[in-house]
């Protein structure tokens, strides 16, 4: 930014802060409210911020649920259907149907689309897992498997995927960590070894060279310690090494699964987070954004409201830390209402003591408060301090 111009916009700052008349329109541009009216979409647009959800295609037949999803996000994730399990369950037969339908909905809403995900240790074939159970798939023709797998898919939906999540969940949390530390887990780490990653990430390149190649994963909001049992770091470390070795690493997806109950980040944590790996050479996104709540045991609303707000600071506070970052170029909530998100039938404990209202909107699809901050998050702070995303050209 050109020094006049800053000190313009320092000098309208000042004013505003110290109570001038009016809030200066910053360098000539009016100060936008946040109406209750904006979608989330025009707002973020504002910053070049692609703005997400997930999307449940059996939803999708719900009118209401169509016209949010449709209208208030520019990226959309495929929850499920562009899994393996889903898109080939039986060997070496892909059923394309619901992805399709996925993609289908994508375009006609103009939207960009993350795909989800080409390699993950879970939601696999049984074909695929007992196969390999029972030793009737070597570990050689194991190999052969994930590439086809992965070249098959990638070149597929080539052209028409924004972002792929290549691989998903390899690496340990502290909590299940082996000998001390953080290491790589999971069906693919177990019978090929970690050389897998790498593999992933150039067949994914080979068979679309335009997507951007995401590694993503849970736990790794902000840095830790930086020891053994960090797991950003250990991501960090991973995606540094292999980029220098060439590996087509464009992107980290950090999902942002989180709960009030193991209290909140503050946004410069998560704003180094974004900012570290960009100097890495990569771009970061928020990719599976949920909040939630320890319910209590009586909910009233007395009870329920602090929870509420605490949720709605961790939105906040997530979104910031992107903006801080301009490599941060999307920001993707796991579904946006509580009656469908996933963590309703996850193992977060049932009755009044689970936790719960995750998302952005009630089971009514009306606003929470984590929805309202969301859109001051993104009126306010806005351009031109806060300066818009760029996009790196996909890694080679
Ligand atoms: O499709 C079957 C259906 O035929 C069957 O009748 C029904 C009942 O058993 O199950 C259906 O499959 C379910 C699938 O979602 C599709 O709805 C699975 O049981 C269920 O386990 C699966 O849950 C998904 C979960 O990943 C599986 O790990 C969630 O919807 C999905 O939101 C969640 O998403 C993951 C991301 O992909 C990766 N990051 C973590 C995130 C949360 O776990």
Request: aromatic share 8%.
């Given at each position: 930014m050109r020094p006049r111009r800053t000190l313009v916009i320092g000098l309208a700052v000042v004013a505003a802060l110290s109570g001038g008349a009016t809030t200066t329109a910053v360098a000539g541009r009016p100060a936008s409210p946040p109406s209750q009216d904006s979608t989330l979409r025009a707002l973020a647009d504002r910053h070049r911020l692609a703005i997400g959800t997930a999307i449940d295609v059996d939803a999708l037949d719900d009118p209401q649920y169509r016209q949010i999803a449709g209208t208030d996000f520019s990226t959309v994730t495929a929850e499920n259907v562009m899994k393996w399990e889903v898109l080939e369950p039986v060997r070496g037969q892909y059923d394309w149907s619901q992805a399709e339908k996925f993609m289908a909905f994508a375009k006609s809403n103009d939207q960009r689309v993350r795909g989800h995900v080409l390699v993950w240790n879970n939601q696999l074939p049984a074909w695929l897992t007992e196969g390999v159970a029972d030793g009737s798939i070597t570990k050689?023709?194991?190999?052969?498997?994930?590439?086809?797998?992965?070249?098959?898919?990638?070149?597929?939906?080539?052209?028409?995927?924004?972002?792929w999540d290549v691989v998903n969940e390899a690496v340990t949390d502290s909590f299940d960590a082996t000998d001390g530390r953080i290491g790589y887990k999971g069906f693919w780490a177990q019978n090929l070894g970690p050389g897998y990653v790498a593999d992933a990430f150039r067949w994914a390149r080979e068979a679309d060279p335009k997507a951007l190649l995401f590694y993503n994963d849970y736990n790794i909001d902000a840095f830790g310690d930086g020891g053994p049992l960090d797991k950003t770091q250990f991501v960090y470390d991973m995606v540094r090494d292999l980029r220098r070795k060439g590996v087509p690493i464009d992107g980290v997806g950090s999902q942002a699964h989180l709960s009030t109950r193991y209290g909140n980040y503050s946004a410069f944590q998560l704003a180094d987070m974004h900012l570290r790996f960009a100097k890495l050479g990569v771009a970061t996104a928020l990719t599976e954004v949920d909040v939630r709540n320890l319910l209590p045991e009586t909910q009233t609303g007395d009870t329920v409201n602090p929870l509420l707000q605490a949720q709605a600071y961790d939105y906040a506070a997530l979104l910031q830390g992107c903006l801080a970052s301009r490599q941060c170029i999307s920001y993707t909530v796991w579904g946006f209402d509580d009656g469908r998100s996933w963590t309703n039938t996850w193992d977060f404990g049932s009755g009044p003591g689970r936790e719960a209202l995750a998302t952005i909107r009630d089971a009514s699809y009306q606003p929470k408060l984590a929805y309202r901050a969301l859109q001051a998050e993104l009126a306010w702070a806005g351009p031109p301090l806060v300066l818009p995303r760029v996009t790196q050209p996909p890694g080679r």
């Open positions: 050689t023709e194991l190999r052969g498997i994930l590439r086809n797998h992965v070249k098959t898919v990638a070149g597929h939906f080539k052209g028409r995927i924004w972002q």
